[in-house]
């Protein structure tokens, strides 16, 4: 039995739930999904157990040296329910002209539950970044960001710090994340571009810095967020950072971490996104419903996703803020 109330469950829009994708969202791709049994609960945690030097000879008659226990995380993690809902009147639905309302609703909400998981997992990241409790924090200024092409190294600042997160989790940082602002800047910077002079026509694009800075995963992360308050115009930013002068707080963000393509049991990967099952495997963590609202004469859709971002290694990664 579910552990939630299926009750007005929409099969056919829950698979487009489950399918929905947003290239520019790389939050999950930071944390990839690790999907549990139950909503709330304890996960062991990366403490370097097996690099200690131990004992290994047997005596004989004697039983065989008890390894170092594997070490549990103090912080539980619990899967909540993000959930948004939205109304289609019938009069809405009757003058759709064709377009699938239905699907562009649910469309509709799970993009605004990933802007708020984007937005969450940059918080996260930012908050344990200045309690300094991730591998480095870099404040960059005038000559150091990476804006300045005349004094600026990016890839010897991104090889160094490469360094400093290998001696701290045993694995090298496979994944370097910058906001889009920053990308454009890159794609500029004379030292990169001189790598692939002799080679290349001299127009770059994202596969270029992929190589230039030896990494499997470079991405670049390009949601935005309407930070005015209700009833005041739009102003759109970037969530993981902007330009210095475009009043974004956080100047141009870059991250680089070990980033695992699904999440690894005891191994210091960056972070994990619980999803709580609820009891139903085969819905995968998401729950769409629709139902009749009468009185309003409209279809009510809900969705339902239940999870939660935990740093599950913050000693994996490393932040540049101010890059730019």
Known sequence: MADVNLLYLDQWLNDFSVGFENDDYYAMKLFPVQQVARQSGRYQIFAKEQFRRVETIRRAGTAARQAPKWTISNEPYYCDDHAQKDTIPDEQAKNSDGVDIDVRTVNYLND?????????????????????????????????????????????????????????????????????????????????????????????????????????????????????????????????????????????LAILAYV????????????????????????????????????????????HRYDDIEMVTPLAGGVWQNAA
């Open 112 to 252: 605004l539950i990933f802007l708020d998981y984007e937005l969450r997992a940059q918080a996260l990241i930012l908050a344990l970044a200045n309690a300094g409790a991730m591998s480095f924090n870099q404040t960059l200024s005038g000559a150091e960001q990476w804006s300045d092409f005349n004094n600026s190294n990016p890839l010897s600042a991104v090889f160094t710090q490469k360094s400093v997160i290998k001696r701290n989790i045993v694995k090298e940082p496979n994944t370097l994340a910058v906001t889009y602002p920053l990308h454009n800047i890159l794609l500029q910077h004379p030292l990169i571009i001189d790598r692939f002079k002799h080679v290349d026509s001299g127009v770059l694009d994202a596969t270029h810095l992929k190589k230039a800075f030896q990494v499997d995963n470079y991405w670049v992360m390009g949601a935005e967020y309407d930070s005015a308050n209700e009833g005041q115009a739009p102003n759109l930013g970037y969530v993981w950072g902007d330009v210095s002068g475009s009043g974004n707080p956080n100047g141009c």
């Open 260 to 303: 695992p393509d699904s999440p690894e049991k005891m191994s210091p990967q960056l972070g994990v996104t619980f999803r709580w099952l609820f009891g139903e495997p085969d819905l995968q963590g998401v729950l769409t419903k629709r139902y009749r609202a009468e009185p309003e004469m409209a279809d009510v859709v809900e969705v």
